[in-house]
């Protein structure tokens, strides 16, 4: 069955610390990938997505992500960590199945900034 | 509008009644998804909208849960004979078309007791 995993469930940085969120994926193809973050309070907010080209992509807030076919994941990073960056993060596969842009997620990582 | 307006953002309700949950997508936007964030974990796709037509039901959890889109606008889901394990935060969201930028809205957080 197809999913999405996202190993770890709570990261606890420093601020001013580099992060990376681990993602992998279980799909024969390529799908479409997607990191969301969701603040306290807020809706979900897309970081950043993968369609095709360029396997390492930008997105807002200084993040970025780098798919990797032969490891079928798609881990988000960002240099240095901000107080703001406190969150849960989503990573979200679009199977492309049928079309629908449907999107199945993981379970989240929740980080933690430490002053 | 300027976003995805969900209402009501907190619903309380007793175990057995019927809830209706509104979706106000943005304006132009094709595509609607609802999802369902239980406690802990991850989004769960419940239903996809292509204008008023529902193409993929599938994530519909039982023959309790129904949703419809009036046009291009306004969704409501509605949750017949509640259970406790409904209880849920309920997310909506909205794409211009298919495949292309989902915008979501801040859910409705649903409590059966």
């Known amino acids: 069955a197809q999913s999405v995993t996202q190993p770890d469930i709570h990261i606890t940085v420093s601020e001013g610390a580099s992060l990376e969120l681990r993602c992998n994926y279980s799909?024969?193809?390529?799908?479409?990938l997607f990191w969301y973050v969701q603040s306290p309070g807020q809706g979900l907010q897309l970081l950043l997505k993968?369609?095709?080209?360029?396997?390492l992509v930008q997105g807002i807030k200084g993040f970025e992500a780098e798919f990797k076919r032969s490891q079928s994941s798609f881990n988000l990073r960002k240099p240095s960590v901000h107080w703001s960056d406190a969150a849960e993060y989503f990573c979200?596969?679009?199977?492309?199945?049928?079309?629908?842009?449907?999107?199945?997620f993981g379970q989240g990582t929740t980080l933690q900034v430490k002053p | 509008g300027a976003g995805v307006s969900q209402s009501p953002s907190n619903k309380v309700t007793e175990k057995g009644k019927d809830v209706e949950l509104r979706c106000d997508p943005i304006?132009?936007?094709?595509?609607l998804y609802w999802y369902r964030q239980r406690l802990g974990q991850g989004l769960e796709f419940l239903i996809y909208?292509?204008?008023?037509?529902?193409?993929?039901k599938s994530g519909l959890p039982s023959d309790r849960f129904s949703a419809e889109r009036t046009g291009e606008s306004v969704s409501t889901l509605t949750i017949q004979r509640t259970q406790q394990e409904d209880s849920a935060v309920y997310l909506c969201?909205?794409?211009?078309?298919?495949?292309?930028?989902?915008?979501f809205g801040q859910g409705t957080r649903l409590t059966v007791v």
């Open positions: 969201a909205s794409s211009r078309r298919v495949r292309t930028e989902a915008f």
């Open positions: 799909y024969g193809a390529t799908p479409y």
């Open positions: 993968y369609f095709s080209g360029d396997t």
């Open positions: 979200a596969v679009d199977l492309g199945s049928g079309n629908t842009g449907k999107l199945i």
């Open positions: 304006s132009g936007h094709t595509a």
């Open positions: 909208f292509q204008g008023n037509s529902a193409p993929d």
